[in-house]
Structures are given as C-alpha cells and as structure tokens.
C-alpha cells in the first residue's frame, strides 16, 4: 500500500529532531510506499526477534530482523554472513571501541548475555550458491545478484532502497573508478583500517562483477532517490538545512570529505597529503557562487606525482540535484563552515 498524503504538522528545533528520529525508521524502510510481498522470514530471523534480551534492549527500533524493525543500524538478517564470532562478541562489548563515535548504545552485557547474542546473531545468515549467482547475464547482471545475495543494502543505498550506514551507492560509478572498486572490495580494512565494512574473501569473478554493477550506478535511481527525500520532508516538515544533509548524504559526499565535512578520507596521490581535503576550509574561503560552480562543474585534485595514477576528482553533479536541492545542499554546507571568531576589547 502506498502512503496517503496527509498536511504536515508544523514543528521545529528540538521537536523535528524528535519527530525525525522516531518516523526516519519507518520512512526508509524499503518496504515503505512499495507495494510489494514481503519476503519469506527464516526461523533463526524469528527467533532473534523474539529472544527476550532484544526485546528488553528494543533492538528492533534501529535494526530490521526478519521483516520487521528500524534501518538506523545494519540490517541484521545477514549478520552472520559478514560478520564473525569474535567480531560480533567485540562490537556488542563495546560498539564504540570498534567504531568510534557509533551511535550503538553499550549496553553492558553480561557474560551470558553476550554469549546468547553472538550464538543467536551468528546463526542469521544465508547459503550463497555463487556459482549460480555468476552463471549467466553480463556482467551488471552478474553483479547486481551478488549485491542482493550478499546483502549489500544491509548497509548501503541505492536509490530510495537500502541503508546510510555506508556511502550512498547511487552516484558511486560516477565518483569511483573501477580499479578503485576492484582494490577497496578486495580488503577494505587494507585501504582503510578503520572502515566499518568487512573483508568478505571475494573471488576474482565476484570482483569482477561487483566492479561491474557498482559502476553501472551512474545516478539512474536518483529520481527514486529524490522522491524519497522529498516524501521524508513532507511528513517531517523539515528544515532546508536538514533537506540539504540529505541530499549530501545522497551524492555520498562524506566518502571523500567525511562526515560533516570534516576530512581526513584517503585519496592517494592528492596534494598536499594524499588526503581529501576538509570542506569545512574551503567553506571559509568560497562564496555561495563558487561553491555552486563546484558542485554544479566538479573540480580537479591537485596531484603530488604527475607519474602515478590520478586522485579522485570530485565529479559534476549538475544532473544530480535541481534548484532547491541545490540550495538546500549549500545551506547544509554553510552550516558546518568554521565559526568566525568575534572581537571583543573585554
């Protein structure tokens, strides 16, 4: 069943960031506005779902299990696909201490409790028969069932599908080039110790066609995308800067330049430090015209070794974003620009 419009209430501050975070769940779910069956549950899904710890803890409210829950964290159905034992018995330990600034509450497991939990979380996953998944179609194809098997929109987006717990994957054939996608899904720890995705142990042919289909996403489901901002602004009523923080988390500007704009994502080969330089800087010193021309035209890294392959330029996103949304972006951009400082004689 699609959703039936209804006036917004008006709210603001505090009461849309509360509003937000108790619909955001259910307004990115990819069942939402979708009419579609819903998938068929396996009995350890179930089973984790009713496990009184995760219903003490209300797990549900940030994660999916089975076919239903939040999507603020990970899908969970494939958890033990991606993720070992020791892994899971460390992040439930200590979320923070694995991936710093998590908003994965520690919730101080007892011995028993966190031994339960990892039994229970490493017994949700799927047999992959990849050399079926590879029999047959192009490339893309090929490719494009390995991403469902495997559960990629567990963590990423394509589209108004999926998760933002990693980059949105809509644009990331347009940003990323293949041997790029190549290297980073072969070890992604080995290009970026502290990254939050697993190294999976794909096989070349699975590489091949991952690269394939992810550089296939050339933006084509933006205006599913779009759509589904524009329907979480409408229930929301949110703010233009908060329309704009959607809009960047969907060109997944924050791959290169970091969350808020902060910086410090490798990009080899990029002058001065092989580093993407922090937006936030560059805020300081362009106006609304010149930062409009850069998203709207792209701009070239400078290169510390004319003989070594390019960094990553940032690309054109002209037909990504329209007017508003380019307004929108840029007030969200002005927003996490460096305060300036006020004289006093005091």
């Known amino acids: 069943m699609r959703p039936t419009l209804i006036p917004p209430r008006r709210f603001s501050g505090a009461g849309v960031a509360l509003i937000a975070l108790a619909f955001l769940p259910v307004l990115a779910s990819p069942l939402f506005g979708r009419d579609k069956e819903e998938r068929k549950e396996l009995p350890a899904e179930k089973q984790l779902r009713d496990n009184p ?14 076919n239903e829950g939040g999507t603020v964290g990970p899908n969970l159905n494939q958890v033990g696909n991606r993720r070992s034992a020791d892994w899971l018995r460390r ?39 990849v050399n079926a998944l590879l029999a047959g179609g192009t490339p893309v194809e090929k490719g494009r069932r390995l991403f469902e098997n495997y559960d990629c929109a567990a963590c990423h987006r394509i589209g108004r599908e999926g998760r933002f ?23 992604p720890p080995a290009y970026k110790p502290v990254t939050f995705m697993p190294k999976f142990g794909f096989s070349e042919p ?16 933006n205006t599913k995308s779009r759509r589904w901002e524009q329907t979480v602004a409408y229930y ?29 994502i490798r990009n080899d080969n990029q ?37 070594a392959p390019a960094p990553f330029d940032c690309p054109a996103y002209a037909e990504a974003v329209d007017e508003s949304e380019l307004a929108d972006l840029i007030l969200y951009l002005r927003a996490l620009a460096p305060k300036k400082k006020k004289w006093s004689f005091q």
């Open 53 to 66: 710890i995760v219903k003490e803890k209300q797990c549900i409210t940030c994660h999916t299990i089975g």
């Open 91 to 129: 992040w439930l330990t200590d979320p923070n201490a694995v991936k710093p600034g998590t908003k994965m509450p520690n919730f101080g497991f007892s011995e028993r409790e966190l031994t339960a939990l990892v039994e229970a979380l490493s017994r949700m996953r799927r047999d992959i028969n």
């Open 165 to 187: 717990v990693g980059p949105d994957l809509t644009w990331v054939g347009h940003r990323k080039r293949e041997d790029w996608e190549a290297r980073w899904l072969r070890d």
């Open 206 to 221: 699975e590489i091949a066609a991952l690269t394939a289909f992810l550089h296939d996403q050339q933006g084509q489901a």
């Open 236 to 264: 929301l009523d949110l703010p233009a800067k908060e329309r704009g923080k959607l809009v960047y988390r969907r060109l997944a500007c924050w791959s290169c330049h970091g969350e808020d704009a902060a910086g410090g």
């Open 271 to 307: 002058a001065p430090d092989g580093v993407t330089p922090s937006l936030r800087k560059a805020l300081a010193v362009l106006d609304d015209a010149a930062l409009e021309r850069v998203i709207r035209d792209g701009s070239r890294a400078g290169t510390l070794d004319p003989a």
